[in-house]
């Protein structure tokens, strides 16, 4: 089995971020940059299956070279060789356009990525990476079973969660608890040096937006403490000031 595993690189959660050139771009000094969370989970799965059902695990990332310890990182975790292409990641649209060409030259049984990436949560790369392959697409999958060409998956719908069947060739959006996250070994990140990476350039397409600006969120503000024994305050202050009830 050939499984490709998308991977995004992103601001670690508890970075603090800024912006610069007037709120344009992202502002990239100190920041620590990790694999996406939900690709992790991605990831995980993809080896399990692998080790259980025999095969080859490829990871994909569309982005620069400071990228890269991330890439290999996914490769001590346990991929087999990774894919980057050297473009900066500008929309939803273009990454998934990037995916899709590669996975079209390597005809992969199963391509997994997580269910959004957290730095601009779209949530839509692997339905527009299916739709561009002609093959089916699911997310958010939280379970995840190969048998032949049969794939048996859970994943969260609207109230309640739905288990079905699909064929492969599949693109599903990944999230815990489909695995858990993999932690490389000594003997995984000494071995990753030397797993194959190839840098190719992405294929040249129409670009269809550009960022405006930036901003982040409003600041908290203050909390006001009330006695254990003023419930009557509190409720007066949900209705006059919160205006929540």
């Not at 894919?83 to 995916?99: C, G, H, L, M, T």
């Not at 932690?183 to 990476?197: E, F, Q, S, V």
Request: negative net charge.
């Amino acid at each position: 089995m050939k499984i490709l595993v998308c991977i995004t690189n992103v601001p670690d959660t508890t970075a603090k971020i800024t912006f610069t050139d007037n709120n344009t771009k992202l502002n990239k000094a100190g920041v620590q940059f990790i694999i996406g969370p939900y690709d992790d989970y991605a990831l995980a799965r993809a080896v399990e299956l692998k080790e259980k059902l025999g095969g080859s695990v490829t990871v994909l990332h569309v982005g620069g070279a400071d990228a890269e310890p991330q890439i290999r990182k996914a490769l001590a975790i346990g991929a087999d060789d990774a894919i980057r292409v050297n473009a900066e990641p500008v929309d939803s649209y273009f990454v998934a356009s990037q995916i899709a060409y590669v996975a079209g030259q390597n005809n992969y049984d199963l391509i997994l990525m997580g269910r959004e990436s957290i730095d601009f949560n779209s949530g839509v790369v692997h339905g527009l990476v299916g739709e561009m392959l002609g093959i089916p697409s699911y997310s958010p999958v939280m379970k995840l079973e190969i048998e032949g060409t049969t794939a048996t998956l859970a994943r969260e719908i609207d109230g309640g969660k739905e288990t079905l069947s699909a064929t492969l060739p599949l693109v599903l959006g990944c999230q815990e608890p489909i695995s858990e996250w993999k932690i490389p070994n000594m003997r995984g990140i000494m071995t990753a040096r030397t797993k194959p990476l190839l840098v190719v350039e992405p294929v040249a397409m129409e670009e269809f937006t550009a960022p405006g600006n930036y901003s982040l969120p409003a600041p908290k503000g203050a909390c006001k403490m009330i006695p254990a024994d003023q419930a009557e305050m509190l409720i007066k202050l949900l209705r006059t000031e919160a205006k929540v009830i």
